[in-house]
């Protein structure tokens, strides 16, 4: 086969891979309801559906990351796929609700194998900035239309079919990744185990970022400031340090130092963090909205979110990465990250007499627009200075960062506009509007989030930080297009 086809093809296979783990995030929360009453679950036990999916697939990115670059990438991502699949099928027979929360976690373990080694398999295979920003392109439309095309998917499966094909539709997909997978992946030569594996420090941040995620996705039954919550973010903490200390003293680290002190890859990641924020709060906030306060069915709420779907596959098609070769990637960077912020405050003055159109429309067109004038700088930035080597742990770092970040952001969202909610009705306010007061709240707040990445952006990601500049992205797409 054509060495060029085949890694066209194989960006398309990892794409499927991302695609089952996007579309898992979201289809999920449509059908919980129909669960709950099938399987009889409690309302507190409910949230173990989400909760047990985003501890694993959190716990286990960075050592992900880690062994792809030790073992192969290849075989981690087929290995993550695997277990997704076999776990797709568990859980979409699962029989009652303890099964079902184990399958859940099973999931989530395959999603962070196969994740955490996703981006360090295309900046491998595509290593000329122009092709590498032609096929994050497509990667990028895959993270951000998957989710809300979860939505519409689950609100379809859920309502004429049954929730437990939102599981069984992962199977055809796996098993056509694996297949096409192990024939069109070429492997990485691994850095070997030979000086051995740092099982100690595996355990260690493995256990730290459990710890610290389930304090998250429980503090709002709990309390930010209960003993519980603080107990397991205390607790996180101190393995993590303990992890720091082993890593600085060993030879062969699960996360070498130097990866750190990469300030492309630092700054990016915490910018995608913050950015996440803003982005989760226009999913989860905005179905929220739609439903409680427009009263859209499940399947309505999908098709409102077509539009942001829509603009970012029109802009994926290589409008960004020409926009990026033209401008440069921090400018682009700059440009779009404020257009998030423009259309989060249009969200944020909707009311329940907002009409979708033009309001709603232009909010959504404008997240689409902004979400794909970033998505991709981010990526290009954070992995411009990392060696090929080490790819695949500061891929897993970057996703560990973004995913615990975000959901901390976002719990965090949550948590102050369910307060202002619950003040709001101690004051005499109708639970309506104290309901719409509060998701305001939340908009405003996911819009500040992304404006303190976009200040990362202009104080640590200044353009001469990044080696792509336009003038060489220029020289790189013509190299290519004369290839």
């Not at 951000?144 to 069984?168: D, K, N, P, R």
Request: proline residues 3%; neutral net charge.
């Amino acid at each position: 086969m054509n060495p060029n086809l085949r890694r066209w093809m194989a960006l398309v296979v990892v794409c499927f891979g991302q695609l089952m783990i996007m579309l898992d995030t979201t289809i999920v929360n449509v059908a919980l309801p129909y669960i709950q009453r099938d399987l009889r679950f409690s309302q507190a036990d409910l949230t173990w559906v989400v909760n047990a999916y985003l501890i694993a697939f959190g716990g286990f990115l960075l050592l992900a990351g880690r062994m792809g670059d030790l073992i192969g990438r290849r075989k981690v991502f087929l290995a993550g796929v695997f277990l997704f699949t076999v776990a797709s099928v568990g859980t979409g027979f699962a029989p009652a609700a303890g099964n079902l929360i184990a399958g859940r976690f099973l999931q989530g373990v395959g999603a962070s194998l196969s994740a955490g080694v996703i981006i360090a398999i295309i900046v491998t295979e595509f290593q000329k900035p122009a092709e590498r920003a032609q096929a994050m392109s497509v990667f990028t439309l895959v993270i951000a239309g998957g989710g809300s095309l979860g939505l519409l998917a689950g609100g379809l499966i859920t309502q004429f079919v049954s929730w437990h094909w939102i599981f069984f539709i992962n199977v055809p997909i796996g098993v056509a990744t694996l297949v096409l997978g192990a024939w069109l992946i070429e492997e990485n030569e691994g850095l070997g185990v030979s000086e051995g594996i740092d099982v100690v420090g595996a355990v260690l941040v493995t256990s730290a970022l459990m710890l610290g995620v389930y304090g998250i996705v429980t503090a709002a039954d709990y309390g930010w400031a209960s003993p519980h919550t603080l107990g397991f973010a205390g607790i996180a903490v101190v393995l993590l340090a303990a992890f720091v200390a082993l890593e600085r003293r060993i030879a062969n680290p699960i996360l070498p130092m130097r990866v750190l002190a990469i300030r492309s890859l630092t700054g990016a990641t915490a910018a995608r963090a913050l950015l996440f924020t803003g982005i989760s709060t226009s999913f989860f906030i905005g179905v929220l909205y739609l439903q409680h306060i427009r009263g859209y069915g499940a399947f309505e709420t999908g098709l409102a979110f077509l539009p942001m779907t829509f603009v970012l596959g029109v802009l994926s098609s290589g409008i960004t990465a020409r926009l990026m070769a033209r401008f440069g990637p921090h400018n682009l960077l700059v440009a779009g990250m404020t257009t998030i912020i423009v259309a989060l405050s249009l969200f944020a003055i909707a009311d329940g007499h907002t009409s979708y159109f033009p309001g709603l429309l232009a909010g959504y067109a404008l997240l689409g627009l902004g979400g794909g004038m970033s998505f991709l700088p981010l990526l290009t930035i954070s992995m411009s200075e990392v060696p090929m080597a080490d790819a695949g742990v500061a891929s897993g770092f970057s996703n560990e960062v973004m995913q615990i970040g975000g959901a901390l952001g976002l719990a965090a969202v949550g948590t102050i506009a369910t307060g202002r909610a619950q003040l709001l009705v101690s004051q005499g306010d109708s639970f309506q509007s104290a309901l719409t007061a509060s998701y305001d709240l939340a908009f405003v707040l996911g819009a500040a989030s992304v404006a303190a990445g976009l200040a990362i952006v202009l104080g640590v990601l200044r353009p001469g930080t990044v080696r792509s500049g336009p003038a060489q992205a220029r020289a790189e797409v013509k190299e290519a297009e004369a290839a």
